[in-house]
């Protein structure tokens, strides 16, 4: 069932990138059309976008945006911005390719450690089954249910896809040369600004939830399983932290935080990912 769930993951990711081809502007990433507008003029320099500092034209050891809008035919990641002025040239979809790449292995490694620790559960479960009262025995059985449930395909895959095309929405976002219509940032000098949120509208936290609930229930279940369960909270690998499936307004935060004010990252901290809890005995 792990197999299952991280190769669906990763065939949601290819069918993301061919649907940005195959879609044109739809996959864009769904929310760039629901936007909130900042009103009245802004004074930033286009393609200066900085939550892509480290990509700003000017730097010869990495793929950079384009030092001012320019309009391309071959875009192929991002097609919505063929045939208008734009920050993106075909060469840099290297960057955007590996930084969406990076977000899809992260949302595998999350399948990873819920395996990993299924595991570790299962061997926390004592050589003797007879020497467990039989209420930790039922227990112990609910947890492993629930995990068979959160690994199966069924309850990941209409989450994580929504969740793979807002990473591929994000790279595409560094394209956009009027990025500081879209963005509240905290400074007045534009080399250090820094985005501190990115203006979105209530549909596009209510269409991720609509996507993820069914996950959030599995997760959920699965979180109160194991702090129910004596075998569960004996072993020794830590719980994967799936707080952020725990609500609407949890996941949209955690979404915004994670990926929308770090789309170019390689790293997820462990302030920043989530500490993952082990429950006291």
């Keep these: 069932r792990f197999e299952h769930a991280v190769g669906d993951i990763r065939r949601r990711g290819a069918m993301a990138v061919e649907r940005q081809t195959a879609l044109s502007g739809r996959l864009l990433f769904f929310w760039c059309s629901v936007l909130g507008r900042a009103q009245g003029p802004a004074q930033h320099p286009q393609c ?79 050589a003797h089954a007879e020497t467990l009262p039989r209420a930790d025995r039922e227990q112990y059985e609910v947890v492993l249910d629930r995990y068979r449930d959160i690994l199966g395909v069924t309850s990941q895959a209409k989450c994580f896809s929504a969740l793979l095309t807002y990473a591929a ?33 209530r549909e596009v936290c209510l269409g ?15 979180t109160a399983a194991i702090r129910d369960s004596l075998v569960a909270r004996r072993a020794r690998r830590a719980v994967e932290s799936l707080d952020m499936f725990a609500g609407q307004q949890q996941l949209c935060d955690w979404m915004h935080e994670q990926i929308a004010l770090h789309p170019f990252s390689l790293l997820i901290t462990e302030d920043r990912q989530g500490r993952a809890w082990s429950p006291a005995p």
Aim: net charge neutral; proline share 4%; hydrophobic share 35%.
């Design 48 to 126: 200066r976008n900085p939550l892509f500092k480290t990509h700003w034209a000017g730097k010869n050891d990495i793929q950079t945006l384009s030092d001012y809008p320019q309009v391309k035919t071959n875009l192929k990641l991002c097609p919505f911005f063929n045939e208008r002025a734009s920050c993106c040239h075909q060469m840099f979809e290297s960057e955007q390719e590996k930084y969406y790449v990076f977000w899809r292995t992260s949302f595998q490694e999350i399948f990873r450690r819920l395996d990993a620790h299924r595991q570790s559960v299962v061997d926390a479960f004592p």
């Design 169 to 201: 929405g994000m790279m595409c976002f560094a394209c956009r040369p009027e990025w500081f219509h879209y963005t509240v940032v905290d400074s007045e000098s534009y080399y250090l600004e820094e985005v501190v949120r990115l203006r979105t509208t």
């Design 208 to 222: 991720l939830w609509s996507s993820c609930r069914e996950f959030g229930a599995a997760a959920s279940a699965l």
